[in-house]
C-alpha cells in the first residue's frame, strides 16, 4: 500500500507562483509513474502532468504546458508540481496519484492506483 500527501496549495493572485510536493510512502516509489491531476468545482477531474520513474519523460495537458513543470526526487520520495503564471482558471484541488503498473507516462486516470487527498489551489484575479 502506497500513501501519498500533498502539501504547498494555497491563495495566491493570478501571476503568482505555487510549489505542490507529494510525499510518498513505500520503498517501491521509484518504480511508479507519478501524475498531478485536478478537479475544478462542478467539473471533472482533469489531467495536469505525469512523469516517468527516472524523470527523463513528462508530459503535460496544453492547458499549463510553458507553465508548469513536474519533477520528482527519488531518494526523498516525493514528486513535485511548480507552477508559474498561475491563472484563476487554474484554481482547484490538486492531487496526485501514483501508478505501479504502467512503464511509460500516462495521462489517463484509471490507470492510477493510489491517491492523495488533493491540495486547494486558489488563484484570485
Known amino acids: 500500500q502506497v500513501q501519498l500527501v500533498e502539501s504547498g496549495g494555497g491563495l495566491v493572485q493570478a501571476g503568482g507562483s505555487l510549489k505542490l510536493s507529494c510525499a510518498a510512502s513505500g520503498r517501491t516509489f521509484n518504480s511508479y509513474v507519478m501524475g498531478w491531476f485536478r478537479q475544478a468545482p462542478g467539473k471533472e477531474r482533469e489531467f495536469v502532468a505525469t512523469i516517468n520513474w527516472s524523470g527523463a519523460s513528462t508530459v503535460y495537458a496544453d492547458s499549463v504546458k510553458g507553465r508548469f513543470t513536474i519533477s520528482r526526487d527519488n531518494a526523498k520520495n516525493t514528486v513535485y508540481l511548480q507552477m508559474n503564471s498561475l491563472k484563476p482558471e487554474d484554481t482547484a484541488v490538486y492531487y496526485c496519484?501514483?501508478?505501479?503498473?504502467?512503464?511509460?507516462?500516462?495521462?489517463?486516470?484509471?490507470?492510477?492506483?493510489?491517491w492523495g487527498q488533493g491540495t486547494q489551489v486558489t488563484v484570485s484575479s
Open positions: 496519484a501514483a501508478d505501479r503498473n504502467s512503464l511509460t507516462t500516462t495521462v489517463w486516470a484509471p490507470a492510477y492506483d493510489y
